[in-house]
């Protein structure tokens, strides 16, 4: 069983930035691989950023180029930087550590971007 904690969210005004952090209980962290999903109101969860145990990391092409996804291992952490925030950016921000046969999802942290 992996728990993991979220924190980082906010309210911040468009152009802003955040930074998000998933803390893992799992002493084999390394070996998941850690993904971001958000779900906006009256919408289906989305796949945000995902990082692979060897470091490789996927965007979904509207935050490319504004969110970075990274993970250290000796903290357990794999963390979503968020510049140039939008409205459309809004949304319940959910950490998820995977292995083909297991995965976890954190409890979600509120990502508010407006003016």
């Known amino acids: 069983q992996v728990q993991l904690v979220e924190s980082g969210g906010g309210l911040v005004q468009p152009g802003g930035s955040l930074r998000l952090s998933c803390a893992a209980s799992?002493?084999?962290?390394?070996?998941?691989?850690m993904r971001w999903y958000r779900q906006a109101p009256g919408k289906q969860r989305e796949l945000v950023a995902g990082?692979?145990?060897?470091?490789?990391?996927d965007y979904v092409d509207s935050v490319k180029g504004r969110f970075t996804i990274s993970r250290d291992n000796a903290k357990n952490t794999v963390y979503l930087q968020m510049n140039n925030l939008k409205p459309e950016d809004t949304a319940v921000y959910y950490c998820?550590?995977?292995?083909?046969?297991?995965?976890?999802w954190g409890q979600g942290t509120q990502v508010t971007v407006s003016s």
């Open positions: 990082i692979r145990s060897s470091g490789s990391t």
């Open positions: 998820y550590a995977y292995l083909p046969s297991q995965g976890y």
């Open positions: 799992a002493s084999i962290f390394y070996i998941y691989a």
